[in-house]
């Protein structure tokens, strides 16, 4: 009895942390819904206020800007308190966050929504900095990756949830008027058709809100284990000095800014790569827009699966290396999303997300790797490493403004940002395959 407890992922000296892991486990899947409902609205919100893929992506701005402002804010207020108290106020937040949408909708204006998606995710940083590093505790170090990416791995079923509410009950049901339509109606009548829309795209943020309230209430209730909770004390300079002096951990933040910004982009703009090849093939925008979307949560369950996948398979190989290998297989990916000009690149944009899957709790995993307490601050500053998926999409939608590159769709073009930041995925793994400590 004692040796299975011993062995098991979940627990660590003869306790077993099986419901706080579930509980925590289920925030994941949380905002794993939230930032994949929100990935088809940069298109939705271009639409409905008829502005640019430039404008429309200052929605991921907003989004993940929330991420990196209230990362070391988190940090602190979780080293003063506890892990269980910043999941609350992260869940908090991200409540009122959602429920904010209903008096965006009421200004009728597009700017108080990045306010709403601000304040979310200013509740999603603190969920991300509580969550991550409180699972990596509930249990030993040498079983800490393994059980990351097993919590982790529900993350993508939250988002599977938040595409498919975004395709049915949001994308499906706007006015069905393409982009051109929009820019030559009155004003009077683009009130109506904006109103409409805005009013189907509230209520699955209204009743998102809701449910993280009672979610709120089942963890206030729940008695949950203090591992890591025994610090209050907070020397913010000297803690990142030390841990940034760490190599595996610094250079960790710079490859979980790149894997952010390249999920966000691939997931995002995937909306604007199929829309584009379908209406060339003659389909209406709305209806190539919808098609797109079903490729997206085609790519989410290939993620989902592969998580799994690659959680077992992290008992039989190194971090580093899975990494690695599975960064060289995003580049070769990426490529042919750049340069085959048809259903081929559509394909290939999917298969990406296989490579993917991996990626976020490993890095993670390595980089807080025997940071001790100091995971606190180290969480931090891998969940403000976010901030590439707010500072890189809108470098993309810039250049898918373009339209055409040297003869080439500028969408295809775009796509050599997300290959970039593969190639220096590749190179941290690369370095931490040398260190054969990790």
């Known amino acids: 009895m004692n040796m299975k407890k011993k062995d098991s992922i979940i627990g660590k000296d003869g306790s077993s942390f099986l419901i706080p892991f579930i509980l925590i486990t289920a925030c994941f899947a949380l905002w794993g819904f939230a930032n994949d409902i929100t990935n088809p609205m940069v298109k939705a919100f271009s639409k409905i206020f008829r502005m640019s893929v430039t404008d429309g992506a200052l929605v991921q701005v907003a989004f993940y800007g929330g991420y990196f402002a209230m990362a070391f804010p988190a ?13 609350l106020m992260g869940l908090g937040l991200y409540a009122l966050g959602a429920l904010l949408f209903f008096p965006a909708k009421v200004t009728g204006s597009y700017y108080p929504f990045l306010l709403a998606y601000f304040v979310m995710t200013c509740g999603l940083s603190f969920l991300e900095t509580s969550c991550n590093p409180y699972i990596l505790s509930m249990g030993t170090e040498e079983t800490a990756t393994r059980r990351l990416n097993l919590a982790q ?14 395709m049915h009950f949001i994308q499906n049901r706007l006015n069905p008027l393409s982009t051109v339509a929009r820019s030559q109606l009155t004003q009077s009548e683009f009130e109506q058709v904006r109103d409409a829309d805005l009013s189907v795209l509230i209520t699955p ?34 803690t990142l000095k030390r841990i940034f002096s760490i190599p595996h951990y610094r250079e960790g933040v710079i490859a979980q800014f790149f894997y952010v910004g390249a999920q966000i982009m691939c997931w995002t703009f995937i909306i604007q790569y199929g829309t584009r090849l379908f209406v060339s093939q003659g389909m209406a925008e709305i209806d190539a827009e919808v098609l797109s979307q079903k490729y997206n949560i085609i790519a989410m369950i290939i993620f989902c699966t592969s998580r799994f996948v ?52 490993t890095i993670y995993g390595i980089a807080l790797n025997k940071l001790g307490d100091d995971a606190k601050f180290g969480a931090a500053g891998l969940i403000m490493a976010i901030l590439g998926g707010s500072v890189l999409p809108p470098l993309q939608a810039a250049i898918i403004d373009c339209k055409v590159i040297l003869g080439m769709p500028a969408v295809n073009v775009s796509f050599i940002l997300p290959l970039v930041c593969f190639i220096v995925i590749a190179i941290y793994g690369q370095r931490i395959m040398s260190k054969r400590s990790m």
């Open 310 to 361: 690659c959680t077992f398979i992290l008992g039989y190989f190194r971090p580093g290396t899975l990494l690695k290998t599975l960064a060289i297989g995003a580049c070769v990916l990426t490529c042919g999303v750049i340069f085959i000009d048809g259903i081929g690149g559509l394909y290939c944009l999917v298969g990406i997300s296989a490579c993917m899957s991996l990626m976020f709790p």
């Open 153 to 166: 791995a529900f993350n993508p079923i939250g988002s599977l949830l938040g595409m498919y509410v975004a």
């Open 205 to 238: 943020y209204l009743l998102i809100g809701l449910i993280i309230l009672v979610m709120l209430l089942v963890i206030r209730m729940t008695k949950m284990p203090h591992n890591g909770d025994q610090t209050h004390n907070i020397d913010f300079l000297p």
């Open 75 to 87: 940090a602190i207020f979780i080293r003063k308190y506890t892990y269980k108290a910043g999941v």
